[in-house]
Nanobody, 130 residues
């Protein structure tokens, strides 16, 4: 199994920045892809960004141009995933989840549905005030 642990959430004013981190461990091979979902109170989960095994990156339209996903793979097959969030808006307020998917499915223009991701972190809260 893959274990995911997020960090880096917090409170910020609109227009500010935060950087989320996710430490992944547990799987012998790094052949799974990773991404970020978020869920605001009373709303459905939303796929925010995803990076596949070929480095293809997909963003939700709501965060394009403001968020940047990146990944670092280590020699021991552990991965670290990051989400740099700039120009934050109050509507970005949500619990953010690091996710993993194995096998990595070939999406073309969306992050994909949450039920197709089989590994989830505990989440980290991001609050953006106006």
């Amino acid at each position: 199994d893959v274990r995911l642990q997020e960090s880096g959430g917090g409170s910020v004013q609109a227009g500010g920045s935060l950087r989320l981190s996710c430490a992944a461990s547990g799987r012998t091979y790094s052949d799974y892809c990773m991404g970020w979902f978020r869920q605001a109170p009373g709303k459905e989960r939303e796929g925010v960004a995803r990076i596949d095994l070929n480095g293809k990156i997909i963003y939700a339209d709501s965060v394009k141009g403001r968020f940047t996903i990146s990944q670092v793979s280590r020699d021991n097959d552990e991965k670290s995933l990051y989400l740099q969030m700039d120009s934050l808006k109050p509507e970005d307020t949500a619990m953010y989840y690091c996710v993993g998917q194995w096998p990595c499915l070939p999406y073309t223009d969306s992050v994909g549905p949450d039920d197709e991701y089989n590994y989830w972190g505990q989440g980290t809260q991001v609050t953006v005030s106006s």
